[in-house]
């Protein structure tokens, strides 16, 4: 039996409750934010690391952005990952869903492919989740969204899962190789082996690709091979309240509360 | 540039909306779009057209009309008795490079979301998803999507100008619900559609859905933040009182306090409440956008700075665990007693 070959798509983001923004311009302030491995990434991680503990074989972290990714990306080797790709070409700035997809269909195709890819649900800072079903669209792969749990038959070549859906689940069987997304916060991820970090550390660790090593058209990257542009930025109008306090001991503000609600219900 | 697989020039002026439907009952994002695209059909003079894809499903089109459809494009096949993404993307990406709408839109469900990232690689089109606000720009027709930056407090446009169709998604409750008319007219049509088998790599193994919890429409929305410590039986108390229901903000959900389909938020449910009950929350941004449509915001916190008093029409500065008893015993009668 070949050994169980996994791909783990993460993204760095900035920590949401460290994102200020300025009132003037209606800016973010984004250096004021530190960044972090996108919350619900780990939860894929930690779906393709427990099959890695049980099935053995090859899991590689890929990632597109910035070369000051890589040290944040580096924690998922300690947690267990063998490798990390770092898709980084100014190239590829700018990108869309539709060239975000395409940069990493390639980093994936040119890592050899793999049985399985994953993703988190979404992006703490997009929330958009159309990365997995893009990426599995140019891969050519069947797809698992949302899914809670994962198992495989590997004679078989066939991948379960059990995917959520308003107001209940199903159970889902495709062939493999297969795209999963991860539904956030449907597992623990584990922390760092502080055994490894020296290891993860280590130069070796990582490869970093550009639009070139990738044989990328240059037609589908970064800005160019991004449909969508943003044609203005607004503060976001928040409604105005009416912003009246209201003071007193417990029971005197439960009463004042009360009669706002039944006054309004 | 990368080209769609139809352009502009070649576009046709309509609006599609995908009826997404679930054992014969069409989704409430699918009529909310529809009462949207009516609006902004009307003004622009264009039509607005429902794609309605299953294997009995005819019967719901005559609603998707009286929902302000002018047409309904319509596939059944049993191979789209449940939803699998390669038959429903096949047989909607055949049906949009015939009729090569302008705009497309879907409802941000996991379904929805699922189909609409395949689509638009497929087409190699562009998709804003999770909008919260959609117009159409009448004199080149361009569709700009209003999507909420980080955390929600800033609003980008974005537009597609050379890609078609125009996707968008837009999660349940965005907009409102259209007001049915029974007595509108519209016609129904029904499509040829090629199905191979053989494309169909999915296997529906088990499917169990109840009726699910809809926090958009509940007209008493009880939310509780970190400040509650994890206690939510006293909200829920709060909430059976005026049949209301509890939310949350996102640490209590990942806490396991609370069910994750109760969280509310930019990546939880937008909710349109009579009154919200914020009950020890801070206010984070992409909190907040999650109940901006309430009709009247009281929050509850005894850190008299937190931000959430900003969105809040009253602010009830105290201790969430003093006030919340008392207010139980008072909308109930009774006395507190302290131990």
């Given at each position: 039996?070949?050994?169980?070959?996994?791909?783990?798509?993460?993204?760095?983001?900035?920590?949401?409750?460290?994102?200020?923004?300025?009132?003037?311009?209606?800016?973010?302030?984004?250096?004021?934010?530190?960044?972090?491995?996108?919350?619900?990434?780990?939860?894929?991680?930690?779906?393709?690391?427990?099959?890695?503990?049980?099935?053995?074989?090859?899991?590689?972290?890929?990632?597109?952005?910035?070369?000051?990714?890589?040290?944040?990306?580096?924690?998922?080797?300690?947690?267990?990952?063998?490798?990390?790709?770092?898709?980084?070409?100014?190239?590829?700035?700018?990108?869309?869903?539709?060239?975000?997809?395409?940069?990493?269909?390639?980093?994936?195709?040119?890592?050899?492919?793999?049985?399985?890819?994953?993703?988190?649900?979404?992006?703490s800072d997009g929330a958009t989740g159309q990365v997995p079903p893009g990426l599995a669209e140019w891969l050519e792969v069947p797809q698992l969204t949302l899914l809670t749990a994962l198992e495989l038959d590997i004679e078989c070549r066939v991948a379960r899962g059990r995917r959520e859906i308003k107001g209940g689940y199903e159970v889902l069987e495709v062939p493999l190789p297969c795209v999963v997304s991860v539904k956030t916060a449907s597992n623990e991820p584990r922390f760092m082996d502080y055994r490894r970090q020296y290891w993860a550390s280590e130069a070796e660790r990582l490869k970093v690709w550009n639009a070139e090593d990738l044989s990328a058209d240059p037609d589908c990257i970064g800005l160019t091979g991004s449909p969508t542009t943003v044609s203005g930025l607004a503060e976001a109008a928040s409604r105005e309240r009416r912003r009246q306090f209201l003071t007193g001991t417990p029971s005197e503000l439960a009463t004042q509360i009360a009669e706002l609600l039944q006054k309004s219900l | 540039m990368v080209t769609s697989h139809y352009s502009p020039q070649a576009e046709n002026k309509t609006i599609w909306?995908?009826?997404?439907?679930?054992?014969?009952?069409?989704?409430?994002?699918?009529?909310?779009?529809?009462?949207?695209?009516?609006?902004?059909?009307?003004?622009?003079?264009?039509?607005?057209?429902?794609?309605?894809?299953?294997?009995?499903?005819?019967?719901?089109?005559?609603?998707?009309?009286?929902?302000?459809?002018?047409?309904?494009?319509?596939?059944?096949?049993?191979?789209?008795?449940?939803?699998?993404?390669?038959?429903?993307?096949?047989?909607?990406?055949?049906?949009?490079?015939?009729?090569?709408?302008?705009?497309?839109?879907?409802?941000?469900?996991?379904?929805?979301?699922?189909?609409?990232?395949?689509?638009?690689?497929?087409?190699?089109?562009g998709l804003n998803a999770d909008c919260t606000d959609l117009r159409i720009e009448p004199r080149e027709g361009l569709l700009v999507c209003e999507v909420s930056g980080f955390g929600g407090g800033v609003l980008a446009m974005i537009e597609m100008r050379n890609h078609r169709p125009q996707m968008a998604t837009v999660r349940p409750g965005v907009f409102a619900l259209p007001h049915p008319d029974p007595s509108r007219v519209g016609e129904v049509i029904s499509m040829e559609i090629d199905l191979d088998p053989a494309i169909i790599q999915t296997r529906v193994i088990e499917r169990s859905v109840g009726a699910g919890l809809n926090l958009s429409r509940v007209p008493f929305l009880v939310t509780g933040g970190r400040g509650m410590e994890g206690d939510f039986k006293i909200l829920e108390q709060l909430a059976q009182l005026f049949e209301g229901e509890v939310g949350a903000t996102r640490p209590p959900v990942d806490e396991g306090h609370v069910g994750r389909e109760r969280q509310v938020g930019q990546t939880g449910v937008v909710c349109s409440p009579k009154v919200a009950l914020c009950c020890g929350i801070s206010g984070a941004f992409h909190f907040v956008v999650g109940i901006e449509k309430a009709s009247l915001v009281i929050a509850i916190n005894s850190d008299p700075e937190a931000p959430i008093f900003e969105y809040a029409d009253y602010c009830v500065v105290g201790d969430v665990h003093e006030v919340l008893p008392e207010l139980i015993a008072v909308l109930s009668g009774q006395q507190v007693t302290y131990a």
């Open positions: 039996m070949p050994e169980l070959r996994q791909v783990v798509c993460m993204k760095v983001v900035p920590k949401p409750e460290e994102i200020r923004v300025d009132y003037e311009t209606g800016l973010l302030k984004r250096a004021s934010a530190r960044s972090e491995i996108n919350p619900p990434d780990m939860n894929a991680l930690e779906m393709a690391l427990s099959l890695k503990d049980f099935y053995g074989g090859r899991l590689e972290i890929i990632s597109m952005g910035p070369p000051y990714f890589e040290p944040v990306l580096r924690a998922g080797l300690a947690m267990g990952a063998d490798h990390l790709t770092l898709l980084s070409d100014a190239a590829f700035a700018g990108a869309d869903t539709l060239a975000t997809t395409y940069t990493l269909a390639q980093g994936i195709r040119k890592l050899g492919g793999a049985d399985l890819i994953f993703c988190g649900e979404e992006s | 909306v995908f009826l997404e439907q679930q054992d014969g009952v069409l989704e409430e994002v699918s009529l909310e779009l529809l009462a949207r695209g009516r609006e902004l059909a009307d003004q622009l003079g264009w039509t607005l057209e429902g794609l309605l894809l299953g294997q009995h499903v005819a019967g719901l089109a005559p609603h998707g009309i009286a929902c302000g459809a002018d047409r309904i494009w319509l596939a059944e096949h049993d191979l789209l008795e449940h939803f699998t993404i390669e038959a429903f993307t096949q047989v909607a990406c055949q049906l949009l490079l015939q009729k090569r709408p302008s705009v497309f839109w879907l409802g941000a469900t996991p379904n929805g979301r699922d189909l609409a990232g395949r689509l638009a690689v497929r087409l190699r089109t």
